[in-house]
């Protein structure tokens, strides 16, 4: 389900409360979008996604913190984009030696297999620079994009002394 509910008396700092709460309450996603409404007045949007079976609770959230009187419920259709695959990149010097395990990849791939969109998991990237950053400077933004640029070409890069090596999974 795709919560929609707008609040003009929310400060920025309120926020991360806000969405921690929705997310601990059942939410898989939350979004705070600025508006402006009328006479020029600020407000957020919030979009929440969340199963059916949690809009009590999250609406009984939002009415104690915002002081919203309702909420529009929709039902979406999700389409996915399929097939998706999750691949591993491998980290390891370009000397050979111990390395990082792998960053976890989600891979989207044509009708041809061939794959043209991916994400690397936040967690793993996060893990790995702090594996690889003990011995050199790397920043976590090329880190990200090399992950990602061994994965959706499918095969080593090495930057900075530093392989990724891609490892094919399993569709999803």
């Known amino acids: 389900m795709l919560l929609l509910v707008n609040a003009d008396n929310v400060s920025g ?11 601990d309450r059942g939410a898989s996603s939350v979004h705070a979008v600025p508006a402006i409404t009328k006479k020029g007045r ?5 979009l929440v996604d969340a199963p059916a079976d949690r809009l009590e ?12 009187l309702g ?3 929709f039902e979406p259709q999700h389409f996915p984009f399929t097939p998706v695959r999750i691949m591993t990149v491998a980290i390891g010097p ?12 989600k891979a989207i791939a044509g009708s041809d297999g061939k794959v043209f969109s991916c994400k690397a998991e936040h967690d793993d ?3 790995a620079i702090g ?18 640029l061994a994965a959706i070409s499918e095969s ?5 002394g530093i392989v990724f090596t891609p490892e094919t999974g399993k569709n999803r």
Request: contains cysteine.
């Open 156 to 160: 080593p890069v090495s930057l900075c």
């Open 94 to 105: 370009s000397e050979g030696g111990p390395g990082f395990p792998g960053v976890r990849v």
């Open 71 to 73: 909420m529009r419920v």
């Open 42 to 46: 600020s407000e957020f949007l919030f």
């Open 57 to 68: 609770e999250l609406g009984a959230f939002l009415a104690l913190e915002l002081d919203t």
């Open 131 to 148: 594996e690889i950053t003990a011995d050199r400077p790397f920043s976590f933004k090329n880190l990200k994009a090399s992950v990602e």
């Open 13 to 23: 700092e309120g926020l991360p409360y806000l969405i921690e709460g929705l997310m």
């Open 125 to 127: 990237l996060v893990a």
